[in-house]
């Protein structure tokens, strides 16, 4: 099983580009989140999706968009990249129900704004 | 909302010896979920052990294991006979048991953990 698998792992992006990174899940899990972990700080939820077609606000949404068109895909947007968001980015999903608690995590993606 | 504090940077660790890693929560709910990932240099976050609040028991997994003091809001795990392999940073993170809130879980820092042979 792939899980929750996370494309690119690594990229370098301009300030002011715009990229996209995309989260696929193969374990049919309703709940999807987007994180970025920086030194010091541990992980912080950017955006997170309780379904297809929903979206929700984290911790630290500025700067980000999301999107669930389908339910084993939660696509992550940055429209113009700045320094700030240099980060490592973690997708995760979960099943809720039946005392099902965890998250499944990707493999992250190092994103370097120049 | 709540908070996730874990208060030691870095910590290390002869190998064979037992080495607690601290964490401090702060909620006004009173169910709810902890755990502990190891995130090794591969960058996987590997969940290492769950505790459910509503359970007084101390969770164990091999040989890892936790001391959940609910009143104190304090969370430690606890690795006895320390292998190399258990160097990594280790989150300590928080989940409410809301249905509504999903499984987003709010993190600690972070502890980095070295074991020396």
């Known amino acids: 099983n792939a899980g929750v698998t996370q494309t690119p792992k690594f990229r370098v992006l301009k300030t002011g580009q715009s990229m996209t990174l995309l989260c696929a899940q193969d374990?049919?899990?309703?709940?999807m989140y987007w994180y970025r972990q920086d030194p010091g700080m541990g992980l912080r939820l950017i955006h997170y999706?309780?379904?297809?077609?929903?979206?929700a606000k984290g911790e630290v949404p500025d700067g980000y968009n999301v999107s669930r068109l389908k339910k084993q895909n939660f696509l992550l947007g940055l429209e113009s990249a700045a320094p700030s968001q240099t980060s490592v980015y973690f997708c995760a999903s979960s099943y809720e129900g039946q005392g099902k608690t965890e998250a499944f995590f990707g493999q992250g993606t190092r994103l370097t704004v120049v | 909302a709540q908070t996730v504090t874990q208060s030691q940077p870095e910590m290390s660790v002869q190998e064979a010896e037992t080495v607690t890693l601290s964490c401090t929560y702060d909620?006004?709910?009173?169910?709810?979920?902890l755990f502990w990932y190891k995130q090794p240099p591969s960058r996987q976050m590997i969940l290492v052990i769950r505790?459910?609040?509503?359970?007084?028991q101390n969770a164990t997994e091999n040989r890892f294991s936790v001391n959940f003091q609910k009143a104190a809001k304090s969370f430690s795990l606890k690795i006895s006979d320390s292998q190399l392999g258990d160097a990594a940073m280790y989150f300590c993170a928080y989940r409410s048991a809301r249905e509504t809130s999903g499984s987003r879980l709010t993190f600690g820092e972070g502890t980095q953990l070295t074991v020396n042979p």
């Open positions: 909620t006004s709910e009173s169910d709810y979920y």
């Open positions: 505790q459910e609040a509503y359970k007084q």
């Open positions: 374990m049919n899990h309703e709940y």
């Open positions: 999706s309780v379904g297809e077609g929903t979206t």
